[in-house]
């Protein structure tokens, strides 16, 4: 027998935008409502370079990534062609208005990748450093 967290409600969440959720272990849940006002849960993290998918664009049934704008489908968690690579994606459901989702996914599912590394000491912003995407300043 499936067990459902409610989250919040549909209306909390802004149209074509998102809400995080929290976690205590893993990283967290993104919650998104299209202009349908549909409503999808990935994990906020991009496949490509760990991006906050939650902070990105959503269009139709896809969000862009505000990292480097890989699309990203809401119903299934992948990148759109020629980009590669998926997100963990959660059971959702609505019941009266209310965002719910899976508590035990919501506990167990993805618990094991790292959260994404922003702000200080992310990076040394060495050049050849991976974690660091800015490349050298080109001679003229």
Do not use: Y
């Not at 027998?1 to 272990?25: F, H, K, Y």
Request: glycine share 10%; with cysteine; hydrophobic share 40%.
């Amino acid at each position: 027998m499936n067990e459902w967290t409610s989250i919040c409600r549909v209306d909390d969440i802004p149209m074509l935008g998102s809400r995080r959720v929290a976690r205590a272990q893993g990283v967290d849940v993104a919650i998104f409502r299209n202009d349908q006002s549909e409503v999808f849960a990935l994990l906020d993290r991009c496949p490509h370079k760990g991006g906050p998918l939650s902070q990105g664009i959503v269009f139709g049934n896809t969000v862009a990534c505000p990292l480097h704008n890989f699309t990203i489908g809401l119903a299934d968690g992948c990148a759109q062609a020629p980009d590669e690579g998926c997100t963990p994606r959660f059971a959702v459901q609505v019941q009266d208005g209310v965002v719910q989702l899976n508590a035990h996914e919501l506990a167990t599912h993805a618990t094991d990748l790292a959260r994404p590394k922003a702000g200080p000491g992310a990076s040394t912003g060495a050049l050849g450093d991976s974690s660091f995407a800015v490349q050298a300043p080109h001679s003229s």
